[in-house]
């Protein structure tokens, strides 16, 4: 004769072995670190080296879509040329990138 009451709880089920969780998180674990963690390093370390190496001269873009050529480089700060006689000062991290010459 079965006993229902302790079929029912489930007392005779084995419990799964602890590598059916560790893996699946591992391999987890692993796939946002090469498909979001490093690319977004590798992108950060090529802004930073890209702002370490601006000179006088150079024709930038900001973030907030300012386009201008530098006049003065301060440790912090940067002074842009957008217009003739028109200088604005702005944030060395805020220089997106590169712009094209005229």
């Given at each position: 004769m079965v006993n229902w009451a302790y079929a029912a709880q489930g007392g005779g089920a084995e419990a799964s072995p602890m590598w059916t969780f560790v893996v699946p998180m591992v391999f987890m674990v692993a796939i946002f670190y090469f498909l979001l963690i490093r690319p977004q390093q590798k992108k950060a370390?090529?802004?930073?080296?890209m702002l370490d190496n601006l000179k006088r001269g150079d024709r930038v873009i900001?973030?907030?879509?300012l386009i201008g050529e530098i006049t003065a480089i301060g440790e912090q700060t940067l002074t842009l040329e957008i217009a003739d006689k028109v200088r604005v000062e702005v944030g060395r991290g805020y220089v997106a990138g590169f712009a094209p010459k005229k």
């Open positions: 370390k090529e802004h930073k080296q900001t973030a907030g879509g």
